[in-house]
């Protein structure tokens, strides 16, 4: 017995429709490599899942996708992104071009990849590393000063807390002092006077 025939509508069942959806995207990529091979065909082939996943196959490299997306566009006439996409890739690709030339740079300045430099590139080079040591240079004094200017702020204020600390200690000393004398010392009316004559005699 032959398959039915099933009527083509979205599957409501999630999970379903997710079978579903895996083994017909895997049997359009199979069919998309047969043809390629079979015939000779160029096909780039884009399938976005309704989770937002895409799937992407194309017949050779990136230069083949680009090949025959500009074929489509000189045949239907129709552009898939107007010019202000088209500038925003020339920007991508000047900055990556920026990028790998930075990159380059980097290297030489590490030592890297210098033989190939002729002897203008190396005085440049030279030149260039000759700066940027002094630059180093001059940052790292403005931060020794920074550091010595902040130890003698330090020193400074542990003089004026030692200061302030040890006047606080000697006033509680001549405290302590006077009130120890204070209790020492002996009462006026109880003591001896001897130039009266004995209260008991009087008496």
């Given amino acids: 017995m032959g398959r039915g025939k099933i009527e083509i509508k979205r599957i409501e069942n999630s999970s379903n ?4 959806y895996n083994k017909r995207r895997n049997g359009i990529i199979k ?3 047969e043809i390629t091979v079979l015939c000779d065909a160029k096909v780039s082939l884009i399938i976005i899942a309704s989770s937002g996943k895409m799937v992407e196959y194309c017949s050779g490299t990136e230069e083949t996708r680009k090949k025959i997306l500009d074929k489509y566009h000189s045949q239907t006439g129709r552009r898939l992104w107007d010019a202000k996409h088209e500038n925003l890739s020339n920007e991508v690709d000047r900055v990556k071009k920026d990028n790998d030339g930075m990159q380059i740079e980097l290297r030489h300045l590490k030592g890297e990849d210098i033989s190939s ?3 203008v590139d190396l005085m440049a080079l030279e030149e260039a590393l000759e700066n940027g040591l002094a630059s180093i240079r001059d940052r790292m004094s403005k931060y020794v000063d920074a550091v010595r200017k ?3 702020a330090l020193e400074d204020e542990h003089k004026r807390l030692t200061y302030q ?3 606080v200690m000697n006033i509680e000393e001549n405290l302590r002092e006077i009130n120890y004398n204070s209790s020492n010392q002996i009462p006026f ?4 006077q001897p130039n009266q004559p004995n209260l008991q005699d009087r008496m």
Avoid: W
């Fill in 117 to 119: 430099l002729n002897h």
């Fill in 150 to 152: 902040n130890n003698i």
């Fill in 31 to 33: 069919k998309a490599k």
């Fill in 189 to 192: 009316a109880l003591r001896v």
């Fill in 165 to 167: 600390l040890n006047k």
């Fill in 17 to 20: 429709r997710q079978v579903t």
